[in-house]
């Protein structure tokens, strides 16, 4: 395996009229290990976060980087900051982004490289990889880009929205009452003046960790997320991010994906973990009016933070067992 690093240019595609670059993390596997019909995961964080919590590692723990994952079982793994977060150019107004700048240049970030894999212009002696199986897969927010970069742009063969829901996505909370002040700091935010950011408005009484990390989680591990604060970082550890678009905090809203995932005539995978910011799992199939083939994984003992999870391998070997069925279909 091998990792490479790349700056892809979008600005075109952006629209704001500057230079705008994505930070994109590739992890190639040994070219013995591809299958004859090749497959690439694109996978982009969710809010607060940056493309290393595709990436992560812990002193004294194994096992937490889902990219050498995919990559040591032939899978080509692709992770991408979004515009506005970690890496990636960051607009000196992040109220700019909106939902078409998210979708348009993630898309345009994924031709891109899916043309370079195709062409075996990544590394010398990597092999051309023609007639790339591309899936789309994004945690929370990033999710959210690949539903939108999906309705509006067709960018990929198949998605997996993991931790979001198309229909209304809802941080659970410990009791009803939680739960519905929860969804009221976050409507608060998200209507009316579009331009104010959740990171600049109180969340008291909203409980991050039993949304974010299941009990097992060890807890110097939960405590390197946690430290610097969340969703308000002063800090940011290696996987995470300081800043988030805007407009990130109207993905919380009822039906802000419907036209989008109405749209997609993709083979869809839902995957979420047993106590995750999808209210009732099994309804979100509807919004996917147009998908052949769509799939629902409810993962055992995980949280919202998915790569964080003692099951988190369950949702690897789902991806890429899905992921190869549909590429040799």
Same mark, same amino acid.
């Given at each position: ?15 704001? %009229? ?15 290990? !591809? ?7 694109? $996978? ?8 290393? =919590? =595709? ?6 723990? @194994? &096992? =937490? ?6 990559? $040591?079982?032939?899978? !080509? ?19 700019? !982004? ?10 345009? +970030?994924?031709?891109?490289? $899916? ?9 010398? %002696?990597?092999?051309? +990889?023609? &007639? ?10 990033? /999710? ?10 067709? *960018? ?5 929205? +993991? %931790? ?7 941080? #659970? ?6 739960? @519905? ?20 408005? *109180? ?60 749209? !997609?005539?993709? #083979? ?5 973990? @047993? ?45 890429? /067992? ?8």
């Amino acid at each position: 395996m091998q990792r490479i690093e790349r700056r892809i240019d979008v600005s075109e595609a952006a629209g704001l %009229g500057e230079p705008v670059e994505m930070a994109v993390s590739i992890v190639l596997p040994d070219p013995a290990d !591809i299958p004859e019909r090749p497959v690439a995961i694109f $996978a982009v964080p969710g809010g607060g976060y940056s493309r290393a =919590y =595709y990436h992560l590692s812990f002193a004294g723990h @194994e &096992g =937490y980087d889902e990219a050498a994952w995919h990559a $040591a079982r032939g899978t !080509i793994h692709v992770a991408i900051d979004h515009v506005g977060v970690g890496e990636s150019s960051i607009p000196p107004d992040l109220s700019r !982004i909106s939902f078409q700048t998210l979708a348009a240049t993630h898309d345009s +970030c994924v031709r891109q490289v $899916a043309a370079m894999i195709e062409r075996g212009d990544l590394a010398p %002696g990597f092999p051309a +990889c023609p &007639g790339l199986f591309r899936v789309g897969m994004g945690q929370s927010m990033g /999710g959210g880009v690949t539903i939108l970069a999906q309705g509006r742009f067709a *960018s990929f063969d198949a998605i997996a929205p +993991c %931790g979001v829901s198309a229909i209304h996505t809802a941080l #659970p909370q410990r009791s009803a009452e939680e739960f @519905e002040l929860g969804k009221r700091r976050f409507a608060e935010v998200s209507v009316g003046d579009a331009s104010q950011s959740h990171l600049t408005t *109180s969340h008291d009484g909203v409980d991050y960790v039993y949304p974010f990390h299941w009990e097992d989680v060890p807890a110097d591990i939960l405590e390197a997320d946690m430290v610097g604060g969340y969703p308000i970082r002063r800090t940011a550890p290696a996987f995470g991010s300081l800043t988030i678009p805007h407009c990130a905090v109207q993905m919380m809203t009822p039906g802000c994906f419907a036209e989008d995932a109405a749209r !997609i005539a993709v #083979p869809v995978l839902v995957a979420v973990g @047993e106590r995750d910011t999808c209210p009732d799992p099994r309804t979100e199939p509807s919004a996917y009016r147009a998908s052949p083939d769509i799939g629902v994984f409810i993962v055992p003992r995980m949280a919202h933070m998915h790569n964080f999870a003692s099951t988190r391998e369950l949702l690897w070997q789902r991806l890429h /067992g899905w992921s190869r069925m549909l590429a040799n279909a």
